[in-house]
């Protein structure tokens, strides 16, 4: 059972304008959500993140929201740029910080086109 | 800082060997260590992870085993690895009561 599913495998976008990712969950009980960036051959790198009491989390040019009534979160990258195309996660925590486990989506692919 | 380390980088190695890859983690202490998998087009699947020494908790029943001999260092291990087994492994720590992972950067393995 896929508890975090990202239904887009690829996005591709013209440098300049939007990227939007989007990810959806069916545990309830997930409170914190976070995104990574995975270039090909290396580890993921953490991106941002948001607890389930917000619903929005801004960092430069990203920002995450969250709609919880909905269960789906979003990235959006403004403006996207050539050096953000890579894999892209989403991962969510069901309140075990104490031992941190994530469950991660499937990935999905940005390509954004000079 | 704290930095993490994986080797080797790449491993090819026959059905039936078998296999360790070690990670360790400098500038922390008792950190929450993990292992995943992400094999051709999937996502990031959790095979083990540990709260300290000598804990080890498996997500996914397989042909693996792990272990944390000391606080900052995990090692993946198969005594017979099959063609299954293919995949990138990535090893990631946390600090205790905190989300975020953070990456090294991952063995490529390839069963023959």
């Known amino acids: 059972d896929q508890q975090v599913k990202q239904n887009s495998p690829s996005l591709s976008v013209q440098e300049g304008r939007i990227s939007i990712l989007n990810c959806d969950y069916t545990?309830?009980?997930?409170?914190?959500f976070l995104w990574y960036k995975k270039y090909p051959a290396e580890g993921p790198t953490f991106l941002i993140s948001?607890?389930?009491?917000?619903d929005k989390n801004e960092d430069g040019r990203f920002t995450v929201f969250l709609n919880k009534s909905a269960k789906h979160l979003s990235l959006h990258i403004v403006p996207s740029q050539p050096g953000d195309s890579a894999v892209y996660f989403c991962?969510?925590?069901?309140?075990?910080?104490?031992?941190?486990?994530?469950?991660f989506g499937q990935g999905t692919t940005l390509q954004v086109k000079p | 800082s704290q930095t993490i380390h994986q080797w080797p980088a790449t491993l090819v190695q026959p059905v039936g060997s078998p296999l360790s890859l070690e990670c360790t983690v400098e500038g922390t202490s008792n950190p929450n260590l993990y292992w995943y998998r992400q094999a051709a087009g999937r996502g990031l699947q959790l095979l083990f992870y540990?709260?300290?020494?000598?804990?080890i908790s498996s997500e996914v029943p397989q042909n693996l085993s792990a272990s944390r001999p000391q606080d900052r260092q995990f090692i993946l291990s198969s005594k017979k690895l099959l063609l299954s087994d293919s995949g990138f492994y990535l090893c990631a720590w946390s600090r205790d009561m905190s989300y975020e992972q953070y990456f090294g950067p991952g063995t490529r393995l390839t069963v023959t």
């Open positions: 545990n309830s009980m997930f409170d914190y």
């Open positions: 991962a969510a925590s069901g309140g075990s910080s104490n031992t941190g486990k994530l469950i």
């Open positions: 948001i607890s389930s009491i917000k």
């Open positions: 540990s709260v300290g020494i000598g804990q």
